[in-house]
């Protein structure tokens, strides 16, 4: 029977192997389905006339809701960082994240140790904490955030994930391994829990669908956009001499993004202006929800994706001359939105430390 140590060794020897099949299996299929939802995504929202949209945290937010593994999940928590600037958004995610590794009971608290070392972590600490505390160090320590929203830029911070937490493995391995004072059979210990770390577990094959996932991400680019889409305006009905351009329309005070999730209970309420017969100003401003017109051929896009991803139609249906004149959006667009991404996230997250789903 093979010593602890040897086994120890087998293990470390493993771990370029290990760290290749993530990347062939898991990181580069991302990466190759990030990079099409991303052109499709730029042609579309180019076509349409819009240069606003193609933003660091946009994609990234798409990206970081379709896991399927504890991977990708891991390395999704130390992207949504870029998103602290769109709190609708992070909301979103965090929410999202935690939920992940609450499903699979993961107790740690720094979710990106959790991919490398996972059941190591509890159990090896009574062993070998201090090799458990310097690898896990070490791995957060070099953990870098960078927004870019480029495949190449995409493709490396995975890369280098990977590489990472296969290096604090190797770390804990080897301070085990050489430590005189960690008897043979702790050392055995530690060589049985790595069968059971996330990192130690990638799936043997290419289990992922590069062109639904990326229908997935792009249809979540969209559904951000349209939770971006909405403002809350403050307005009062024109009189006399306040007309607008001579119109008649209402004169607007102001208007402002949304933070609130369509979901929440706190969401702003349209209110209508109150008549007060005050001179100069008879009415107390009311508020309404107004949206940004994200354009006929996206709203055409998203009705695409939607469908084939199995969401149903998002928009309604309109003729030719609608489309040109009529954005459809309403509240029923912003709670579909929420509804898809939560859908999604759920679809997408593994069930267990060692699950890698298809997405």
């Known amino acids: 029977m093979s010593s602890a140590k040897e086994r120890l060794n087998n293990i470390m ?38 240069r606003d949209r193609a933003l660091a945290e946009l994609f990234v937010f798409g990206a970081s809701i379709l896991t399927g593994s504890i991977m990708m999940a891991a390395f999704a928590t130390t992207s949504v960082r870029v998103l602290a600037g769109r709190a609708m958004l992070n909301v979103i995610c965090n929410n999202n994240l935690n939920r992940t590794f609450e499903m699979v009971h993961a107790a740690s608290g720094n979710k990106t140790v959790m991919f490398a070392l996972g059941g190591v972590l509890d159990q090896a600490k009574k062993i070998a904490g201090e090799h458990v505390k310097t690898a896990s160090e070490r791995l957060v320590a070099s953990t870098s955030i960078a927004s870019a929203p480029t495949s190449v830029n995409y493709m490396t911070r995975i890369s280098d994930f990977i590489k990472r937490s296969g290096s604090c493995l190797h770390e804990l391995l080897k301070g085990v391994r050489d430590d005189s004072s960690i008897s043979e059979s702790d050392k055995a210990k530690v060589a049985d829990l790595a069968a059971s770390i996330p990192f130690c577990n990638p799936p043997s094959g290419n289990r992922i669908d590069e062109q639904r996932l990326a229908q997935k ?60 017969g005050r001179p100069f100003q008879p009415f107390e401003p009311g508020q309404k929800i107004e949206y940004n017109n994200i354009g006929s051929g996206i709203r055409d896009r998203i009705n695409k994706l939607s469908m084939a991803t199995g969401n149903g139609q998002f928009y309604p249906q309109q003729n030719f001359a609608e489309k040109l004149l009529i954005d459809p959006t309403s509240m029923t667009q912003m709670v579909k939105a929420e509804q898809i991404i939560n859908r999604l996230a759920t679809e997408a997250r593994p069930r267990q430390l060692t699950d890698v789903r298809m997405i």
């Open 13 to 50: 020897i493993d771990i370029d192997d290990i760290k290749s099949r993530w990347e062939v299996n898991v990181g580069s299929p991302y990466v190759r389905a990030y990079d099409a939802a991303v052109d499709n995504f730029n042609r579309e929202t180019k076509a349409q006339g819009e």
């Open 217 to 276: 991400m792009e249809l979540l680019f969209y559904m951000a956009a349209v939770l971006d889409s909405d403002q809350l305006v403050t307005y009062a009905p024109a009189t006399g001499g306040d007309t607008v351009a001579g119109m008649g329309r209402d004169v607007e005070y102001s208007r402002k993004s949304i933070a609130q999730m369509p979901s929440a209970t706190d969401y702003p309420k349209a209110t209508a202006p109150r008549y007060t």
